[in-house]
């Protein structure tokens, strides 16, 4: 038994430290689907597009909070959209469709920060879609409120 115990944990241990010298970026966002150029994002290539910073109020929060990411449009832009519907999906599997529309016509941000500070899954990040709802009172909607996925972890183009 604790043979066992230990070839695991070996196991386990041979496999950190083999994904800790490749180096490579946790993938926090993919864009797949109806697109050019299917993308798989870390967090430092979100960071690398132009950032966005407002805030809102929104249902969630009892105060005003600042959100801060790229633009869902700029997003779009890098994976070459093709299609008209955005099928967002969390990490708890939540699925909402959106006008793809929306990412032009709004300021919609990917947010990774919350009030300054990287957004971890317990604080509905890594990254939660937000609206300008102080700037377009037609957004003050259960409708609207229903598209901020938060904990995103993937965009469906169809």
């Known amino acids: 038994m604790l043979r066992h115990l230990l070839l695991v944990l070996f196991v386990m241990l041979t496999g950190l430290a083999h994904a800790a010298e490749t180096g490579k970026p946790k993938v926090i966002l993919n864009v797949v689907g109806k697109v ?25 929060y009892p105060e005003p909070q600042t959100f801060e990411g790229p633009l869902l449009r700029d997003v779009l832009q890098q994976a070459k959209l093709k299609g008209e519907t955005l099928k967002l999906q969390a990490l708890n599997d939540y699925t909402i469709d959106v006008p793809a529309a929306d990412s032009q016509q709004y300021d919609v941000i990917v947010a990774s920060r919350l009030n300054g500070k990287t957004m971890s899954v317990r604080e ?11 700037q377009h009172e037609k957004l003050r909607k259960t409708e609207y409120y229903r598209r901020c996925a938060w904990q995103l972890k993937q965009i469906i183009v169809e």
């Open 36 to 60: 050019t150029t299917p993308l798989a994002f870390s967090l430092a290539e979100l960071d690398k597009l132009p950032q966005k910073k407002m805030t809102v109020s929104t249902p969630w």
């Open 124 to 134: 509905k990040g890594p990254l939660f879609i937000m609206y300008p709802f102080d």
